[in-house]
């Protein structure tokens, strides 16, 4: 009652409008500022008893946190009351759909770190998470004649209402031309149900030193006179689209010290207000995570801030050593952070300085460990013009973490392999996770409904419930009722596409589904390609489809990726190909759905019967898509790579669909594969390839030519293994239905809980 009457007065109040005649814009934020009401106490408490005692704080540049108003209510258990409240007035909460995602990242790390502090805070972690509030999110994608358009993503456009801002926590940011402010904005972290602590995530905005300069503007130059507030707001701007591939601009640079000085600073302010140890102590109170090497500059910032209190180098070094742990989440060469040499000391001199005497430190120390000089300069953190942030990044932290067994093993034997003979203990795997809360009890409710029915509603606070399920697999009124909750997510699916983008699509045929972003190395090439290969098969009747498919693709592609924008306008040219085909478009669908992003996730997820993990053997560090596929009871369709083997091996071989080269015979082949013998000796594989010859020759000619990621060598068995999926979906439901139930009981570990829950253990000792 009391809620209700505060999103009435809200309205009343602040809009002059009532529940009935407010617009979407004041009724969402009449609704986020009464929930956010509600915990401002019990935030303030957790705050405060957190205050005192050993902490961690993530590090990140993305915080890909998505649409907050429907968790954020279903946490404080205000879902089904705001519903119907609204209900009552003729509203419907669906509006909210309408309100932007807060896209402030790019893929899978951004959205990572959302579920971090998602599972920290249900936890009741004290996890504090820095990063950027971009003005501008991930650009939102629109496609015209097959051909990807980006526009800006305007996130705030409804406003931001569970955003606070801290005016007292602002920090001067020193860059060598002028010093900028940052303000700290904080989101709370909320729990679900009455458990764990309400935790920050903390987003810094820059603001001039000085907005406005009077001089200029007595002299009636007026727009001059604000250049310097719009130079210094350019910085939290807009968050870099790519999101592998080196950006290496001194924009980028600047973003990454801005919010890592910010977040020391705040750390320094902290530790100074309410502990008020000696300094020497301050790796006994913070665990710093570093996201990827994007925050690696916090580690020279921590140790410029502890000198100038007065404390000397070495033992400067020493407590940034106890303080950091780094997260490595890629092993392709080309996303391992390099910055220019003069670039950096030009514009971060101080630290510059910091970054070459931990170097020299470094240098002698390996070198009186007798290690020899090859192996020493390939571990410099200065060389050859360049500062090389993996570097500094392994040799400052106390751990560094792979983020799936497969990639920790490559992270140890290949990318760190240096660091690794030197210091054993350092690597250690610590798999991904996702939160179930988001990505089982809030975008699948129907399903929701049917496990709480049958194991309780334990399972969305504790991972080790799914367990409980495996029994139910063979259970043939649960496999049913599994089947009806699943035909209505795709036919909500359907709906939605739709009403969104005017798309019509059968709820009746098999949705497979590659939703993720837009890299060779995840391989929608072939995606493409076996639809192709399944259409002249169909077309002249040697491949019979068991039921009608169709293979949804959803992904983002790096504005200046262009053979990643060739994929989109390839799958748009597949789409047409087999669309224009009367007979076989009955059988077999491509669809691409513009614009993928957090809620669009929502919607594909628990309505895929078969999700596609393709990329090429030991290049997915992880991957995270697979688990929430995983978690709504999806089978996958994939390679041996990064979290894939784990999933296989929790849910069991024979419920999944493997196919292609592993990591070890990838790296084997390297050097002596020709991908244009496959091509001329296999004729499936040739007529799949040769449409793409004229419109699409460079694509063609990759392929045929170095085939990097081994597209051709995986065709084959890809397109067998899909088709024996589909029989198996569409002549033995049960038993498909037993398979996906079976994948569900195992998706506990691939919970963010208990990912969350080792990082306290092994690596935050929390
Ligand atoms: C670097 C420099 C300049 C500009 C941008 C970047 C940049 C930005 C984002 C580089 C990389 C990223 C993102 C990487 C990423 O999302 N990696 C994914 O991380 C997931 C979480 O661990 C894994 O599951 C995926 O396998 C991995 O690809």
């Not at 509203?91 to 309408?98: H, P």
């Given at each position: 009652m009391q809620y209700e009457n505060t999103i009435r007065n809200i309205l009343k109040n602040e809009y002059r409008k009532t529940v009935q005649n407010a617009d979407v814009t004041a009724l969402y934020n009449a609704v986020a500022k009464a929930a956010l009401y509600r915990v401002q106490n019990d935030w303030d408490q957790c705050r405060l008893k957190q205050s005192k005692k050993r902490r961690a704080c993530y590090l990140s540049a993305e915080f890909l946190i998505g649409r907050l108003i429907y968790s954020n209510l279903l946490h404080l258990g205000l879902l089904d009351e705001t519903a119907e409240y609204l209900a009552g007035a003729g509203?419907?909460?669906?509006?909210?759909?309408?309100i932007e995602d807060a896209a402030l990242g790019n893929g899978g790390l951004g959205r990572l770190a959302a579920c971090f502090l998602d599972a920290a805070a249900q936890q009741g972690k004290p996890l504090t998470g820095y990063g950027i509030r971009y003005k501008y999110g991930l650009f939102r994608q629109a496609i015209e004649n097959g051909a990807q358009q980006e526009f800006p993503d305007d996130w705030q456009r409804f406003g931001d209402p569970f955003a606070v801002r801290r005016p007292e926590l602002r920090y001067q940011i020193p860059f060598k031309d002028g010093v900028i402010y940052a303000v700290a904005y904080d989101l709370p972290v909320i729990p679900y149900g009455n458990a764990g602590c309400i935790n920050t995530l903390r987003l810094f905005e820059a603001e001039s030193d000085h907005p406005f300069d009077f001089a200029l503007f007595n002299a009636g130059k007026y727009a001059a006179a604000v250049r310097g507030g719009e130079n210094a707001a350019r910085l939290h701007y807009c968050l870099y689209p790519n999101d592998a591939h080196k950006a290496g601009r001194l924009l980028r640079l600047r973003q990454e010290y801005f919010f890592t000085s910010a977040a020391i600073q705040d750390m320094l302010r902290a530790f100074e207000q309410h502990i008020g140890a000696d300094l020497v102590k301050f790796c006994d109170y913070f665990a710093v995570q570093l996201n990827d090497t994007h925050p690696v500059l916090a580690i020279l910032e921590l140790i410029y801030r502890l000198t100038q209190r007065g404390m000397d180098f070495e033992t400067a070094a020493h407590i940034a050593k106890k303080t950091f742990r780094y997260t490595n989440h890629t092993v392709l060469p080309e996303a391992l952070e390099q910055w220019d040499a003069g670039l950096f000391k030009s514009a971060l001199p101080h630290l510059y300085k910091i970054a070459d005497r931990l170097n020299k430190q470094m240098v002698q120390s390996l070198f009186d460990m007798g290690i020899d000089k090859d192996r020493i300069n390939r571990m410099q953190i200065l060389r050859d013009g360049r500062v090389h942030m993996a570097n500094l990044a392994v040799y400052m932290s106390e751990k560094v973490n792979g983020v799936a067994r497969l990639h920790t093993e490559i992270l140890k034997e290949r990318v760190l392999a240096d660091w690794n003979a030197t210091d054993p203990h350092r690597i250690v795997n610590c798999t991904n996770g996702v939160t179930q809360r988001r990505w089982l009890r809030l975008c699948n409710p129907g399903l929701s409904a049917l496990i709480t029915e049958k194991i309780g509603d334990g399972w969305i606070t504790d991972f080790r419930k799914f367990e409980a399920l495996a029994p139910y697999a063979a259970d043939s009124d649960f496999q049913n009722r599994f089947i009806a909750c699943r035909q209505q997510n795709k036919q909500a699916l359907c709906d939605w596409l739709r009403r969104q983008y005017g798309i019509e699509l059968s709820a009746d045929a098999a949705i497979c589904v590659q939703a993720k972003r837009l890299h060779e190395y995840k391989r929608q090439l072939l995606g493409a390609l076996g639809a192709l290969y399944l259409y002249f098969g169909v077309k002249d009747g040697s491949i019979t489809l068991p039921c009608p498919v169709t293979t949804l693709f959803a992904a983002k592609a790096a504005p200046g990726y262009i053979a990643a924008k060739e994929i989109i306008r390839l799958i748009h040219h597949v789409a047409n190909i087999i669309e224009q085909d009367a007979q076989v478009s009955r059988q077999l669908r491509v669809v691409f759905v513009p614009n993928y992003n957090v809620s669009a996730a929502e919607k594909l997820i628990p309505a895929a019967d078969l999700s596609e993990q393709l990329s090429t053997a030991g290049f997915e560090a992880s991957g995270t898509g697979n688990m929430k596929f995983m978690l709504n009871g999806t089978p996958t369709l994939g390679t041996y790579d990064g979290a894939n083997i784990e999933i296989v091996q929790a849910a069991g071989e024979e419920n999944n669909y493997i196919f292609g080269m592993r990591a070890d015979e990838v790296q084997a082949a390297s050097g002596h594969y020709e991908p244009k013998k496959i091509y001329q000796t296999d004729e499936r594989i040739k007529r799949a390839v040769d449409p793409l010859q004229q419109e699409f020759s460079e694509l063609f000619a990759e392929l045929l030519q170095q085939d990097r990621y081994f597209v051709l060598a995986d065709l084959n068995g890809y397109v067998q293994k899909k088709l024996q999926a589909l029989e198996d979906y569409a002549n033995h439901p049960a038993a498909y239905a037993e398979k996906c139930i079976q994948n569900m009981a195992a998706a506990g570990r691939f919970s963010a809980d208990r990912t969350i829950l080792e990082y306290c253990a092994d690596i935050w000792q929390i």
């Open positions: 509203r419907d909460i669906r509006e909210f759909e309408q």
